[in-house]
Every structure is written in C-alpha cells, then in structure tokens.
C-alpha cells in the first residue's frame, strides 16, 4: 500500500484552532446489540502483569469501563523506594486517564486487588498465599511486564523478561480456571529478520539455556560476552523478547495462549482520552526534544514507514485476542480440551505499514504543523530539526548544532557561578538517538493476515466498542490530539498557556533568525578577510 502525502494546505484543512475539548476526547456512543467480549469477561477475574505502566494503565481501563461485569483485576506489582504499592497505584488513579471510568463507573476501585511481586525474582517474588489465590481464581491473563529499557544489563534483562515469562507459564499452569493468556511482546523481537510472519521464529538461544546462563556465571562476565551473545540485535531489549518467544512456545503447550506483537506504541486515538501519553519512550521523544528546541537532528531515513500503532487500539487488539483464544481453545480444569501439545500458539503481529503506511518524513510533518499551532512555553530554543540518513552528516550536525551550543552554554554557565548541564543532557540526548536510529533507518515488512481475521470475525458491537481497525484511523485527526496531548500530558503545559507560547515561539523564531544572520555576517567577514590577505600575497 502506498504511503499516503498530504500537502500542508490539506493538513490545515482538518482542524482549525481551538484544542481538546472533552467531546474531541471521548465517544459518548453506545455501541448496538450483544458484545461476545463482554461476555468473557462477565464474572471472570484477570491477572494483569506491567499494570503500572503505559500498555497496562489503559488496559486496566479498558477492562473496567467497557466490561462492567468483570469480577476483578489482580494487578502484579513491586514497592519502590519509600512508596510502597497501595501509595502508588492511588497515584496511578488519580491520572486524568481515568476521568471517564470515575464518571460512568464510580465503584471500579473496588474491583482492583493488588499482588505483591517482583518479575525479576524466582516464583515473581509471591507468597504462596498470593499464589494459591491466583490459580483458584483467574480466568484470564495478560502478561506484558518487561523492562523497557534498551541498554538494560543483560542479567537484568534476562531476570525479567525471560525467566519472568517461565515464571508466569508456571502459574498459569496451576490456574484451574485460565481462560486465555495474552503474552505482550514487540513487533521488533525478531529485528534481524527483514519480513516478519505471524509465527515463532528460532530463538537466538533457548530461552532455559539464556536463563541457566544468568544465574550461573558472574555479572562481569555476562557483560563481556553480551555483545557476542546479541549478535544482529542491537540492543538487550530486542534479544530478550525473542528470547521470551521461545519461553512461550515451549511452556505454552496444553495451554490456551496467544503471542500479541505490537509495533511502536504511541499515545492514544480516541479513548478514553484523545492524546494521552504518559512516558517519553521512542518517537514521543523526538517530538518532545524538538519542541522545546533541543533536538535538532536525527539519524533517521525520512522515507522509510515508521510502524506507530496508538495506545489505546493496541489494548483494544490484545484485548480481542484473548476473547479469540478462550472461544477457540475451551478448556477444563486439566486443559484436556486444549489444542494439540505441538500446536504453537496463534501469533498477531499489531502494525500500521500494512494498512496505514506512514513514513518518519510524514511523521515530523504533522508534528511540525500541529506543533506550530500550539508551542510550549517550555521551548528554550527555535524549533530547527532534520532527518538526515547519512551518519557522517548526522555527525556533522550534532557538532554544529548540539555539542557547540553546549560547550558555549556551559562555558557561560560556569563564569557566572552556575552548574553547567547542557553537556550532560546533549549526551543522554545522544544515546537516545542511537537507540532510535535502528529503527528509523531500516523497514520491515510485517504480515498481520491473523490480526486483520480476528477483527473480521468480531460481531459488530466489539468493532464498535473495541476498535483496532487500523485501516480506519485517520492521521491527519490522530496527530491534532497526539501534539496536544503530548503539550498538556507530558510537558504539563495547560491550553490556557497556548497564547504566551505563540509569543515565545515567535520571540525565539526572531532571535534564531537575528543570531543567524550575526554568524552568516562574520563568516562571510571571514571570508572576505582571507580572500584579501590572499589577493594582498
């Protein structure tokens, strides 16, 4: 499918002024006739792994808003430092994500027990209190706890998003009700590959040899044979998910589980909040760096699709997936109606190349035109900001624009009795870009036949109420919400502060120009000095 080009007038012509306003927000409508989704999860209770995070903010939700009879959501979690987890799920509740839930279901906190665990420990870290309730009680799963963090220790990795994965098999397996388990992994997990099916694909390492690894041999070690280890994978992160694929397809038979691979996760669409991002992860990054003026450049191939997929679809596909698997592997308490031992289990991966081609050029374009219309008064800096493929010039980029810049500002900084920082931040910045740069100079070509069959085989209320049609969204009305969101949500810039960042951004618009025009002058008054003293010889 071509990628579709829209000029700037046809970007305009969508929406014109104002910003989010609450029905921009959210779908008053209810959708018609019965919901077979709902019905799975009328009296059943769910085991929520990564509940705490982005993905498992909005399918807690999910769950809670449009499954009114759901008999309650375990949510696994760990203390942090002096905040235990009562503290911090009261937290999470208080986010404007769950506005809308408060409002049509006021009792949902009721329907919320907390686990006490730790995806990183043997048995996740549970009291077999805890355990034996867990396997007495729920009927469904989703497990989608990992760390995220690309540069993470290999061990660490490993601990988590492996041996966590055994883990959770292992109580799954003792589960005499389980219904359906949705294992979360990333549509990049099999990265090395250049056309990635809906299948299991061989694991870099078995996933019980990577984990016996781990635990026998010293973290120093580890560390030094990584990069062997990694080989065509260029982060722990990505390794460590196929890894876990491999997990999956081992301990998964007798089980009814499906694999969901989503591509790169971005803010919402429509529900229950238009725009809601709550992290920096990825794209939303590059957007956030450029618009306060401190990411200038990116390593990034303007003309390759950038697989974005929002928020809020992705739940509602996960969500689907686990209705699709308890309808079609019903199961006893012994699992003795399960599939075949060597049936592996179904794999959906969750793209938009397919259906909604999108390049990283169009991306920063609709950024740039939405942007504009709302700039942040947090903005220290013109926003100037390219994609250049080219490393050399990338290079070249960052000197002139971002290490130059930092050098001065930080030089000043000291004269005046001040902590420098701009160079520490300019070399997070740039470790963020090297990340990035992976996947925005390459392109995969995904298949999602099973992820388009299971939305076709939805009955019409679940389209409505669960939507995932990624051949219906819009990017022109998606990125309007996701830049305000991304102003209001993560910036903490409220609409009402859109008229004194009109003002700032065209103040920094006139001193970038001004500070232009000085350096073009004593360079060309540079030039003019040479050529002199060469005509004066």
């Known amino acids: ?67 009114p009879d759901l008999k309650k959501i375990f949510l696994l979690a ?26 049509e279901r006021p009792d949902f906190i009721s329907k919320i027990s907390i686990v006490e665990g730790d995806m990183g420990q043997p048995e996740l870290g549970m009291c077999a209190e805890d355990r034996a309730k867990i396997m007495n009680e ?26 966590g994965t055994r883990e959770m098999f292992k109580l799954a397996r003792g589960c005499t009700k389980l219904k359906a388990f949705v294992h979360i992994s990333t549509a990049y997990s099999n990265c090395p590959q250049t056309s990635i099916d809906e299948k299991f694909y061989d ?19 580890i560390n030094n044979i990584t990069p062997g280890l990694l080989g065509n994978f260029p982060n722990t992160y990505a390794y460590t998910k196929a890894v876990a694929e491999n997990i999956v397809l081992e301990y998964s038979k007798g089980l009814p589980v499906a694999l969901f691979r989503p591509a790169i996760v971005i803010g919402t669409a429509k529900e229950p909040v238009a725009g809601w991002i709550d992290n920096v992860y990825g794209p939303t990054g590059v957007v956030v760096g450029a618009a306060v003026g401190l990411l200038h450049v990116l390593n990034c191939n303007p003309k390759v699709k950038a697989d974005l997929v929002p928020g809020d679809m992705v739940v509602s596909a996960a969500i689907a997936a686990a209705w699709r698997t308890a309808r079609d592997y019903p199961t006893t308490c012994n699992h003795e109606d399960a599939p075949p031992a060597d049936l592996p289990p ?41 994609l250049t493929a080219s490393k050399p010039l990338y290079a070249f980029y960052c000197f002139m624009m971002h290490w130059i ?49 299971l939305f076709a085989e939805m009955c019409p209320a679940d389209k409505k109420m669960f939507d995932f049609d990624m051949s219906a969204l819009d990017w022109n009305d998606y990125f309007y919400s996701y830049i305000r969101g991304v102003r209001v949500y993560l910036l903490k810039d409220p609409v009402n502060t859109v ?34 003293m060469i005509v004066g010889f």
């Open 138 to 163: 729920v009927d469904v799963i989703f497990h989608g706890a990992a760390t995220v963090r690309f540069d993470e220790p290999l061990k660490t990795a490993v601990e988590i998003n492996v041996r």
């Open 346 to 386: 179904p794999v959906y991966n969750y793209v938009s190349s397919e259906q909604k081609p999108l390049t990283w050029e169009r991306f920063m374009k609709y950024n740039e035109v939405y942007g504009f219309q709302v700039p942040t008064v947090q903005a220290i800096y013109y926003y100037v900001f390219m």
């Open 499 to 532: 008229p004194a960042g009109l003002t700032k951004h065209n103040r920094l618009r006139f001193l970038h120009y001004t500070f232009c025009t000085i350096l073009g002058l004593l360079f060309l008054r540079i030039l003019w000095a040479v050529f002199s």
């Open 203 to 221: 694991s870099p390492l078995p996933g019980e040899k990577l984990i016996d690894l781990v635990e026998t041999m010293d973290e120093q070690t």
């Open 1 to 67: 499918m071509a990628v579709e080009a829209l000029t700037d007038s046809q970007l305009f012509e969508s929406k014109q002024g104002g910003d989010i306003t609450f029905m921009d927000m959210v779908d008053e409508q209810e959708p018609l006739g019965e919901s077979q989704i709902q019905k799975l999860f009328a009296g059943s209770a769910v085991l929520l792994t990564g509940g705490t995070g982005f993905l498992g903010k909005l399918v807690v939700e999910k769950l809670l808003r449009s499954c």
């Open 78 to 103: 760990r203390p942090k430092k002096n905040k235990d987890i009562t503290k911090r799920l009261q937290e999470q509740f208080d986010d404007v994500l769950y506005d809308r839930l408060r409002k």
């Open 405 to 453: 810049p930092a050098y001065i500002v930080d030089a000043i900084a000291v004269l005046i009795g001040k902590k420098p920082m701009l160079r520490k931040t300019y070399a997070k910045i740039t470790k963020f870009s090297e990340v990035m740069a992976y996947f925005a100079t390459r392109e995969w070509k995904f298949d999602n036949s099973n992820t388009q069959r």
